[in-house]
C-alpha cells in the first residue's frame, strides 16, 4: 500500500479479483511493464509458481564481468555443476547468449551468464565459468551457433562437454524442445525455490503457446535463459536416468551369492 499508494477499498478490490481469476489476474490485470507483455496467448509456465519464485529471489552475492555474470551459490568441494548454455551469433542487436549453471544433484540454479558474446569469446567464458565450478559439465546447445562454440572449445582442450549420439552438444529438436519446456514447466510448479534470477522468471511470463500448439516467446521478448535453464534440467534429467540405468544393470549382474550376502547384510 506504501508503495503504490493504495487504499484499503483498492487492496480488496485488487484481492478479490485475484481470487476470481487466479493465474490470469496477472494477464487481465497487469501491474508492471513485463505482465502488459501478456496480452494475448497462453502462458506456458504457471503464473503463479513465478510469483511465488519472484517473491523468493535475492540479490546475487558476487557480480563479475561488467554485470555480466550473476553469482548466486559459488561452488561447493565436492558438488557437482552441469551449465546450460543457449548460444547467440553475438551482434548486438540479436539474440542474446546465456549460460546456467545448477547443482547436479537438486538442481537448485547457482549462477547465469547473459549477454551478447561471440562464439570464441562465449567459449572462453564458458571454460571460465566451467573451471571455477568444479569443472562443471557444459551442455551446449549444438543447434545454428553452438556447432562454432563447441569447435572452439575443442579447439581449446575442453573435455568437460555433454556428448550425445556420439556428438559434442545438446540437440533440440521439434520432438526434444517440447519435453525440456514442459520439464522446466514441471519443476517450476513444484520447486520454485530453487530459482534465483528475476531475468529468467521474467521470461516465463512471457513464454506463451501459440494457436498451433508451438511455444515461443512473445513478440518483443526473449527466451535465451529460459532455454538455457531447459537444457540444464533436461540434462539432468537424462544423466540421473542413464545412472538409475547403470546401477540396474550392475545390479542384475552381480552373483547370486553376493546378492542373497548384500540382502542379508
Given at each position: 500500500m506504501q508503495q503504490a499508494g493504495l487504499t484499503l477499498a483498492q487492496i480488496a478490490w485488487r484481492r478479490s479479483k485475484r481470487a476470481e481469476l487466479r493465474g490470469l489476474a496477472v494477464q487481465e490485470y497487469a501491474e508492471d511493464p513485463i505482465s502488459c507483455f501478456r496480452a494475448s496467448g497462453e502462458c506456458v509456465f504457471d503464473l503463479e509458481a513465478i510469483e511465488r519464485a519472484l517473491r523468493g529471489c535475492s540479490e546475487p552475492v558476487e557480480v563479475r564481468n561488467?554485470?555480466?555474470?550473476?553469482?548466486?551459490?559459488?561452488?561447493?568441494?565436492?558438488?557437482?555443476?552441469?551449465?546450460?548454455?543457449?548460444?547467440?551469433?553475438?551482434?548486438?542487436?540479436?539474440?542474446?547468449?546465456?549460460?546456467?549453471?545448477?547443482?547436479?544433484?537438486?538442481?537448485?540454479?547457482?549462477?547465469?551468464?547473459?549477454?551478447?558474446?561471440?562464439?570464441?569469446?562465449?567459449?572462453?567464458?564458458?571454460?571460465?565459468?566451467?573451471?571455477?565450478?568444479?569443472?562443471?559439465?557444459?551442455?551446449?546447445?549444438?543447434?545454428?551457433?553452438?556447432?562454432?562454440?563447441?569447435?572452439?572449445?575443442?579447439?581449446?582442450?575442453?573435455?568437460?562437454?555433454?556428448?550425445?549420439?556420439?556428438?559434442?552438444?545438446?540437440?533440440?529438436?521439434?520432438?526434444?524442445r517440447p519435453a525440456m519446456i514442459e520439464n522446466l514447466a514441471a519443476v517450476l510448479e513444484v520447486e520454485e525455490t530453487i530459482f534465483h534470477s528475476p531475468r529468467l522468471l521474467n521470461e516465463c511470463r512471457t513464454f506463451i503457446r501459440h494457436a498451433d500448439g508451438s511455444c515461443s516467446a512473445t513478440a518483443g521478448s526473449h527466451d535465451d535463459c529460459v532455454m538455457a535453464m531447459a537444457i540444464a534440467l533436461a540434462a539432468r534429467q537424462k544423466l540421473a536416468g542413464q545412472s538409475s540405468r547403470m546401477r540396474s544393470v550392475e545390479m542384475a549382474s552381480l552373483p547370486i551369492e553376493a546378492d542373497r550376502a548384500s540382502r542379508d547384510a
Open positions: 561488467n554485470q555480466h555474470l550473476l553469482i548466486w551459490l559459488p561452488s561447493q568441494v565436492g558438488k557437482h555443476y552441469l551449465i546450460g548454455v543457449d548460444p547467440a551469433g553475438g551482434g548486438s542487436e540479436g539474440d542474446y547468449s546465456c549460460a546456467m549453471v545448477i547443482e547436479a544433484s537438486t538442481g537448485l540454479q547457482c549462477a547465469e551468464l547473459h549477454g551478447h558474446f561471440p562464439p570464441r569469446e562465449l567459449a572462453g567464458k564458458l571454460i571460465e565459468l566451467a573451471n571455477s565450478y568444479n569443472q562443471g559439465l557444459l551442455v551446449v546447445e549444438q543447434n545454428n551457433h553452438g556447432h562454432a562454440v563447441l569447435a572452439h572449445l575443442r579447439m581449446e582442450g575442453c573435455t568437460n562437454v555433454f556428448r550425445e549420439g556420439g556428438h559434442d552438444g545438446w540437440l533440440t529438436s521439434a520432438v526434444s
